[in-house]
């Protein structure tokens, strides 16, 4: 019942701006309000604003450019997505294609005996959940959705511009839009008829790419912060979890920490977010010794503790405590989270995606257009057809809050 209150006053918050606007509707000739419910920016000049970073990427050999990004969109929309998972403490630098995710959700839903959410579970299936403010995810949180995805898309679009441009084609426009604070996206308009014509195979696949791989380096870009953020003498002030709570009785109760410090190290490891405690806790035992760094009222101190027992779940180590992330890691997790998110959905191969150009853009070269776009039309039928039928599943059986932030 709490999550209605939220919404609506998502709306109202909506209409206020809309109503500042709609007065300067004929004199803003950049923005456009449709019928109160979204508002689209656009400008005709967006070519110009790009082409200085395309001169950049002129220096780099066309060759190079083709070979990384379309390697790396091909292995995204395939196989495997080459991303770095350090930002939830994992000490990986891949996961599998959203493709490979709803195969085997399908081969999940054939092969298992009953719907309950634990043999789903226990079949791997993969659940989604929509990010729907004040339901799925707090209006406090969706703040940083906002501004992750904002920049998100915008680098997204600006790298198809500018690599376009970089290949001597033309953007005729680029803006964004937004609708209800629900609906939001950026766009550029590119010379699809000049691009066919002039652009070769390699070049055309590229510049369908390119988003992708520009959503992946800031996915890096974010883990790379983290990395930073964990150097000796930052850590203390925007790294660590804080402690919410303290449970009498259990080992950091016994030893002292207190409510409101701040955890920085286990046995010296840097913990940067509640999941990377969670995985440094994974190899230990009940009864083995941790060493837990903390830092209260300025003051750094080491707590020596002996692992109990989780009363929920026998036989996992248990330290006592509630933590919940940092600021600075909460923008960087989102941050982070959504861009890879960009990149597992733009490389399906579905209209109207940039897996969907690129594919039809493959088969027309040699299968011609009208069997590509027999083809790719299929495709993006069952992809947005699986798709739906796992938000379906994760929503009916309850397993989008294990999603759900």
């Given at each position: 019942m709490q999550a209605i209150p939220s919404i609506l006053w998502l709306f109202i918050a909506w209409f206020i701006i809309v109503g500042m606007l709609y007065p300067f509707k004929n004199r803003l000739k950049l923005v456009k309000i449709y019928y109160g419910l979204a508002i689209l920016?656009?400008?005709?000049?967006?070519?110009?604003?790009?082409?200085?970073?395309?001169?950049?990427?002129?220096?780099?050999?066309?060759?190079?450019?083709e070979v990384l990004i379309i390697g790396v969109f091909l292995s995204s929309m395939v196989y495997l997505v080459p991303a770095p998972l350090q930002i939830v403490g994992v000490p990986g630098f891949s996961f599998p294609s959203f493709f490979r995710i709803l195969g085997n959700n399908v081969y999940a839903l054939l092969t298992v005996k009953t719907s309950s959410p634990t043999?789903?579970?226990?079949?791997?299936?993969?659940?989604?959940?929509?990010l729907i403010p004040g339901v799925t995810i707090d209006l406090y949180t969706f703040m940083y959705v906002l501004i992750a995805i904002g920049i998100g898309i915008l680098v997204h679009e600006f790298s198809h511009g500018a690599l376009a441009i970089r290949f001597k084609s033309r953007v005729k426009s680029g803006g964004a839009f937004l609708s209800l604070?629900?609906?939001?996206?950026?766009?550029?308009?590119?010379?699809?008829?000049?691009?066919?014509?002039?652009l070769s195979l390699p070049q055309l696949l590229t510049v369908y790419g390119g988003g992708v791989f520009a959503n992946l380096l800031l996915a890096y870009l974010a883990v790379g912060?983290?990395?930073?953020?964990?150097?000796?003498?930052?850590?203390?002030?925007?790294?660590?979890?804080?402690?919410?709570?303290?449970?009498?009785?259990?080992?950091?109760?016994?030893?002292?920490?207190?409510?409101?410090?701040?955890?920085?190290?286990?046995?010296?490891?840097?913990?940067?977010?509640t999941y990377?405690?969670?995985?440094?806790?994974?190899?230990?035992?009940?009864?083995?010794?941790?060493?837990?760094?903390?830092?209260?009222?300025?003051?750094?101190?080491?707590?020596?503790?002996?692992?109990?027992?989780?009363?929920?779940?026998?036989?996992?180590?248990?330290?006592?405590?509630?933590?919940?992330?940092?600021?600075?890691?909460?923008?960087?997790?989102?941050?982070?989270?959504?861009?890879?998110?960009?990149?597992?959905?733009?490389?399906?191969?579905?209209?109207?995606?940039?897996?969907?150009?690129?594919?039809?853009?493959?088969?027309?070269?040699?299968?011609?257009e009208r069997r590509a776009m027999l083809v790719t039309e299929?495709?993006?039928?069952?992809?947005?057809?699986?798709?739906?039928?796992?938000?379906?599943?994760?929503?009916?059986?309850?397993?989008?809050?294990?999603?759900?932030?």
């Open positions: 920016v656009r400008g005709e000049n967006v070519h110009q604003a790009i082409e200085p970073f395309a001169k950049l990427l002129s220096k780099v050999p066309e060759w190079v450019l043999s789903l579970v226990t079949h791997k299936f993969v659940p989604l959940a929509p604070f629900l609906l939001y996206g950026g766009f550029v308009e590119l010379d699809e008829k000049e691009m066919k014509e002039k912060l983290l990395l930073i953020a964990n150097l000796p003498g930052l850590i203390n002030y925007i790294g660590g979890v804080v402690i919410a709570g303290v449970i009498k009785g259990y080992p950091a109760y016994q030893a002292g920490i207190v409510n409101g410090s701040v955890l920085l190290y286990a046995n010296g490891t840097a913990v940067q977010s990377s405690l969670l995985y440094l806790l994974e190899g230990a035992k009940p009864g083995e010794h941790l060493i837990l760094t903390t830092l209260s009222n300025g003051v750094i101190s080491n707590h020596l503790i002996t692992l109990a027992s989780d009363p929920n779940a026998p036989g996992f180590p248990f330290i006592g405590v509630m933590v919940q992330n940092r600021e600075f890691y909460n923008f960087l997790y989102w941050f982070w989270t959504l861009n890879v998110t960009l990149v597992l959905l733009n490389s399906m191969p579905a209209f109207p995606l940039d897996g969907g150009q690129f594919i039809y853009s493959l088969l027309a070269r040699f299968a011609g299929v495709l993006s039928i069952v992809v947005w057809g699986l798709i739906i039928l796992t938000i379906y599943i994760s929503i009916s059986t309850g397993l989008w809050q294990l999603v759900a932030p």
